[in-house]
Structures are given as structure tokens and as C-alpha cells.
Nanobody, 118 residues
């Protein structure tokens, strides 16, 4: 059974850093994209950053220059380095993996809370 295991959330002050990690287990077939979305109460879930199985990256404009996504496709793991965190980055961060080839799938992690205080 496919599963995403997230870690690395927490509470920090503005300007500090956190690193999120997400490991996928089960049958994850290439090509895929894997990455992070975030959600605050009453808002829609939004893309933060993704990386595909050949290394292509996508970032939300609000995190460009501050967040860096990296991945190991052999280990089916991604990391999100978040620097210079701002209070508006406060959200529940969800790991996601999507099959984008002939075989499609869409799996989500349970979410990890990131809280940034001013």
C-alpha cells in the first residue's frame, strides 16, 4: 500500500529555517511529481514546490528564493528547505506524489504543521 511519511514541521520565529522531508513507500511508478502543498483554515490547498522524477522543479512565487526542494528518485524521498520563514508561511504542509505518465495516481500525506511567529 502506498504511503507518504512526513517529518520536520514545527514552530519557529520569523527569519528562521525548517526542513521538511517526505518519503514514499509502495509502488511509485515514474514519471511522477512529488512535493509540498500547504493549507490554512478556510483556504484552498496551494502548491508550494514540486520536483519531478527527472529533477524539474516548480515553486510558488511566494516562496521563490527562500525555499528549495530537492529529491532522490531512487529513494522516493523529497526535502523542502525553508529559509527566511515568514508568519504568512504558517500552514499545514502536505506531501503529495502524482503519477503523470501512462499510470496516474495521486497520494497525500497526513500533513505537518509549520508555525512561524513574528
Amino acid at each position: 500500500q502506498e504511503r507518504l511519511t512526513e517529518s520536520g514541521g514545527g514552530s519557529v520565529r520569523a527569519g528562521e529555517s525548517l526542513r521538511l522531508s517526505c518519503a514514499a513507500s509502495g509502488v511509485i511508478v515514474k514519471p511522477y511529481t512529488m512535493g509540498w502543498y500547504r493549507q490554512t483554515p478556510g483556504e484552498q490547498r496551494e502548491l508550494v514546490a514540486t520536483i519531478d522524477s527527472v529533477g524539474g522543479q516548480t515553486y510558488a512565487d511566494s516562496v521563490k528564493g527562500r525555499f528549495t526542494i530537492s529529491g532522490d528518485s531512487a529513494e522516493k524521498t523529497v526535502w523542502l528547505q525553508m529559509n527566511n520563514l515568514k508568519p504568512e508561511d504558517t500552514a499545514v504542509y502536505y506531501c503529495n506524489v502524482k503519477g503523470i505518465g501512462f499510470i496516474t495516481y495521486d497520494f497525500w500525506g497526513q500533513g505537518t504543521q509549520v508555525t512561524v511567529s513574528a
